[in-house]
């Protein structure tokens, strides 16, 4: 009897045994691919937000020009909205001589966004320059008010600080005026030995543009005081 053969499978068995596994130099660069590839993605991740920092953002609509609106004046009082230039700019008469929107511009008195200004000629007279905020808050000498508003001068003065140049200053220290209705009174205290009436120009300031009007005041209750009005 013959003995039975070799198995066939044996030789398969044998190359499958001696087949070599991938190289360790194969699978190192493998694994570095991989890394390199979310570094990639990192960077690209990086980059896409700088571009999106580096976008320009169009920049928000300008504030609209600050308008009085609703004004009110005193019967028989003028308004004076549109400057006329008179040449270069005069201290101590209330006006915007040069019509750049600042009232006594270089004279020592202090400006803002909002400002109001009185003058008149005869030095023995007392005017009263009264500025009363949306919330009804007068403005006082050296102290602000809530809304900014500060007083920086009440003339004559017996110390001779005002040197015979009656001005009168009510100005915004700083930041936004405050909306609502503003109130300013320009008022006869004391005629003293002054002939009336009292020929008072009163100034305002509102943003850049200026208002002007001219006053007479005498020491009676219907004609001893001036008063505007009007809405930011």
């Not at 896409?48 to 920092?53: K, S």
């Not at 609509?61 to 005193?74: G, M, N």
């Not at 100034?203 to 505007?228: C, F, H, N």
Request: charge should be negative; charged fraction near 25%.
């Amino acid at each position: 009897m013959r003995s039975p053969g070799p198995s066939r499978r044996a030789p398969c068995a044998r190359r499958d045994a001696m087949r070599p596994s991938a190289p360790h130099g194969l699978r190192a660069r493998l694994g570095r691919a991989a890394i390199d590839v979310a570094r990639v993605a990192r960077v690209a991740a990086a980059l896409a937000l700088l571009l999106a920092g580096c976008i320009e953002v169009p920049p928000p609509p300008p504030k609209p020009p600050l308008q009085p609106k609703d004004i009110k004046v005193s019967e028989g009082v003028g308004l004076e909205i549109a400057c006329t230039p008179t040449g270069v700019e005069l201290c101590f008469d209330a006006r915007d001589n040069n019509c750049n929107g600042v009232i006594d511009e270089g004279c020592g008195v202090h400006t803002g966004i909002l400002q109001f200004t009185i003058a008149w000629e005869e030095p023995e007279a007392d005017v009263d320059l009264n500025v009363y905020d949306p919330a009804g808050e007068l403005a006082r000498v050296g102290e602000p008010t809530a809304s900014g508003l500060m007083k920086d001068r009440d003339c004559p003065r017996v110390s001779g600080e005002c040197q015979e140049q009656n001005v009168e200053n009510v100005f915004l220290t700083e930041g936004e005026p405050a909306r609502g209705r503003y109130r300013v009174v320009v008022r006869l205290d004391k005629l003293n030995d002054a002939t009336a009436p009292i020929r008072v120009r009163l100034s305002a300031r509102v943003g850049q543009r200026s208002y002007s009007m001219a006053l007479d005041l005498s020491p009676s209750a219907a004609t001893e005081e001036k008063s505007v009005e009007f809405t930011l």
